[in-house]
């Protein structure tokens, strides 16, 4: 049984940090491609940042280029997001989902993503 288990989510001031932390179980950790997804109220849910299953690619969205860092711990089954210079429009639950590509195009779509945590709920005050 697959399980994918987010942490790392809290309250914080505008231009802090928090760093998520995502484990995946049951699964060849490396054989994923490991992804952020953050889902405001009100608003669709979007891709954030992804990593391919050796951490050779990487993708992120506009609005975070330059503040995120995504790296993975394939041993220890890990994905990690730093998050940097924070704003109150990164406020939102942040899900870690776990997928393999369908095709050859990067980023992979999220219905590649096939196995979902439960979500961190991250704060930023202004």
């Known amino acids: 049984q697959v399980q994918v288990v987010e942490s790392g989510g809290g309250l914080v001031q505008a231009g802090g940090s928090l760093r998520l932390s995502c484990t995946a179980s049951g699964l060849v950790f490396e054989s994923y491609v490991i992804g952020w997804f953050r889902q405001a109220p009100g608003k669709e849910r979007e891709g954030v940042s992804m990593?391919?299953?050796?951490?050779?690619?990487?993708y992120y969205t506009d609005s975070v280029k330059g503040r995120f860092t995504i790296s993975r711990d394939n041993a220890k089954n890990t994905l990690y997001l730093q998050m940097n210079s924070l704003k109150p429009g990164d406020t939102a639950m942040y899900y870690c989902a776990a997928g393999r590509m369908s095709s050859a195009g990067w980023p992979p779509q999220e219905s590649d993503f096939r196995y979902w945590g439960q979500g961190t709920q991250v704060t930023v005050s202004p």
């Open positions: 990593i391919s299953g050796h951490g050779k690619r990487t």
